[in-house]
């Protein structure tokens, strides 16, 4: 049972709110709600963010389905909900602006994390005109694209294999400063109409075999084994090294050209490169060596 301690320390959290139809561009606009009431926390979608960073949370947009979404979204879950409410105790923030379709909706979230009522609320025909919401929309059922409003480096491991760009804004802080670049992550989520995907191995393959071939040193790739799971992909390669190149330098340089391109290709998080010199190719014979040990 929590102590009315730790409730009064919650309570005393100044909660604002942003509310609109899902796909109208809250995600799209929420730090700028946020900087503009004097609030660095966020919480969209079951995560709680602190500037560019995700500091607690799962994002619902990782749910099977859009009720699942729902259920997370507004803490549902008792652990997912305790997870959220000792997040809150441990940054301990001045306010908080929650995200959310409906009054209801951010009430909701409120009361189940232990916060006040929101005591403003800002909704989405504020912000934005007409036709930017209806563009969003637009996007939103055509392409079935989300936004996160932090970097996709924040949620590359966790988002591993769903179809994830970053989304640059140039922003002013004030006049007469320079710009500066507030990255957003678009994805789209398991529950999108349009289906998941999957990659195959050989793509895998040939993403490596065209990385050999522009890699000094390397002969050839003569095996590649892929790895899929939960947090991202592990890859194993076998390749011949040119006769007269340091050995070590030419994996190491091949492994991060790989993992660089496979992330870049695939939308995948690599977990791990693993590569191995199994011979050497010798120019002027025209003949490998193998290793066999």
Do not use: W
Not at 64 to 78: L, S, W
Not at 123 to 149: C, D, F, L, S, W
Not at 256 to 273: A, D, H, I, P, R
């Amino acid at each position: 049972m929590e102590s009315e301690s730790n409730l009064a320390k919650t309570n005393k959290i100044r909660v604002c709110a942003f509310v609109g139809p899902s796909g109208t561009g809250k995600s799209y606009r929420a730090q700028m709600v946020a900087n503009e009431n004097n609030i660095t926390y966020i919480i969209d979608d079951g995560l709680l963010i602190n500037g560019n960073n995700v500091v607690a949370g799962k994002s619902a947009k990782k749910a099977p389905t859009k009720i699942e979404t729902v259920k997370k979204a507004i803490f549902v879950d008792e652990e997912e909900r305790n997870e959220m409410k000792e997040a809150i105790k441990k940054y301990a923030p001045d306010a908080i602006l929650i995200l959310g379709t409906s009054d209801d909706m951010v009430e909701k979230i409120a009361h189940n994390l232990g916060l006040e009522k929101p005591e403003k609320i800002v909704y989405i025909n504020q912000v934005a005109t007409e036709t930017e919401m209806e563009t969003a929309k637009r996007i939103r059922t055509t392409q079935g694209k989300h936004v996160i409003p932090v970097p996709t480096f924040e949620i590359k491991k966790d988002f591993s294999g769903f179809i994830l760009d970053p989304l640059q804004i140039f922003k002013f802080k004030g006049k007469g400063t320079e710009p500066y670049i507030s990255e957003k992550s678009i994805i789209r989520p398991t529950f999108s109409y349009l289906g998941n995907f999957t990659i195959s191995d050989t793509v895998f393959r040939q993403i490596a075999e065209y990385v050999s071939k522009r890699t000094e040193g390397i002969h050839r790739l003569s095996k590649t084994r892929v790895e899929s799971r939960i947090g991202g992909t592990n890859i194993y390669m076998e390749v011949y090294v040119v006769y007269g190149y340091n050995i070590v330098n030419v994996l190491r340089d091949f492994k991060q050209k790989v993992k660089k391109e496979v992330e870049k290709l695939t939308t995948m998080n690599v977990q791990e490169v693993s590569v191995m010199a199994k011979g050497i190719y010798m120019p002027e014979k025209d003949s490998e060596i193998t290793n066999n040990n």
